[in-house]
């Protein structure tokens, strides 16, 4: 039997994959609901063969300068990276690892959700009735506007923004899409999906559009100031993606200046330090980063993990390297 890898965990994971980490690895488990502190991560690693890391951690350039020689790889716990300086972790000869494909779905279905919950004012409603104030049907009360036949723009069209496509086709959207390069002809007919490669042309014609793209470098600012005020004033914006994708303070002042129609956000720019400019707007249906949130997905993603480790402990290169 292999020798047990020094596993330690920076976030709280549900409670049955816990018990699965303790079983197979030498675990040290982070049990406080908060995030692990940057002194605790620093400490972890100069103590840790394996790393499971999260969104919460900047895994960056220091944290590899006060890594030990123990450490072999870092597993993260969800599937974008863009909080971990991977060029350093490949500089220092460490495997980083992510969970692709298993949450896919899950924030398809919320990026959809959103896109309802904006367009038919769900929560202004949901609301309402909360309040006691529900006290007769009235045909010009809370009127959204339909998604059937509207034209939904993604930016990134990779697994998630397909899913997002196949089930907004479902609902009888128009499928639109800016990509780095367009997807295969065997995709593009199923989803029906017109590419754009200009973004601004495509941000300027469409009802909705929606981020999927991963972040990072590339994307930083991609719907700058410049390219929000292409949206047209009907036009709704989701993003389940990546908060640093958009310039949030610049699309909180298009809401309240009314140039665009309304925002579902899961993500900020500055993760929980959301710009106050967007809070008590009817409009703004404002998320936790909850879009890959339910027992499926994070039950998987913890499986995800554990098959990494577990690959590595029996001396074998993990499937899920970030940087094959
Ligand atoms: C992901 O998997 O990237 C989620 O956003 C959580 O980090």
């Known amino acids: 039997m292999s020798k047990k890898l020094k596993v330690v965990m920076t976030v709280k994971l549900p409670d049955g994959v816990e018990t699965r980490f303790r079983e197979l690895f030498n675990t040290t488990l982070w049990l406080n609901k908060n995030p692990m502190p940057r002194e605790a991560l620093f400490e972890a690693a100069q ?14 350039a ?83 506007r339909r998604i059937y036949g509207k034209r939904l723009g993604i930016v990134g069209m990779g697994r998630i923004g397909q899913a997002l496509a ?5 609902f009888g959207m128009q499928v639109h899409y800016h990509n780095r390069k367009p997807v295969s002809a065997r995709i593009s007919e199923e989803l029906e999906a017109t590419y754009w490669d200009d973004l601004d042309q495509m941000l300027a014609r469409m009802d909705v559009v929606s981020i999927n793209a991963p972040g990072g470098p590339n994307t930083f600012h991609l719907l700058d100031a410049e390219r929000l005020a292409k949206l047209q004033p009907h036009a709704i914006l989701v993003n389940t993606a990546r908060g640093q994708i958009v310039d949030e303070e610049a699309l909180a ?62 001396g074998h290169r993990p499937p899920d390297r970030v940087i094959p």
Do not use: C
């Open 253 to 314: 002042h298009l809401l309240r200046e009314h140039k665009i129609a309304g925002v579902g956000l899961d993500v900020y720019e500055r993760a929980t330090a959301i710009s106050p400019e967007l809070f008590g707007l009817p409009n703004a249906v404002l998320l936790p980063h909850m879009a890959s949130s339910t027992v499926e997905a994070r039950t998987d993603m913890g499986d995800r993990v554990i098959l990494n480790i577990k690959t590595l402990q029996d």
């Open 166 to 170: 196949r089930r907004a086709r479902a």
């Open 62 to 144: 220091e944290f590899f300068e006060a890594a030990g020689e123990q450490l072999k790889m870092i597993a993260n716990f969800g599937v974008g990276h863009d909080h971990i300086d991977i060029a350093k972790a490949v500089e220092k000869g460490i495997i980083v690892t992510n969970t692709p494909g298993v949450l896919t779905e899950d924030t398809a279905e919320m990026t959809m959700g959103l896109i309802i919950a904006v367009s038919r004012r769900f929560i202004e409603g949901a609301e309402t009735v909360q309040r006691g104030e529900f006290s007769a049907w009235s045909p010009t009360f809370l009127m959204g």
């Open 47 to 60: 103590t840790a063969e394996v790393l499971v890391s999260s969104i919460n951690d900047r895994i960056d």
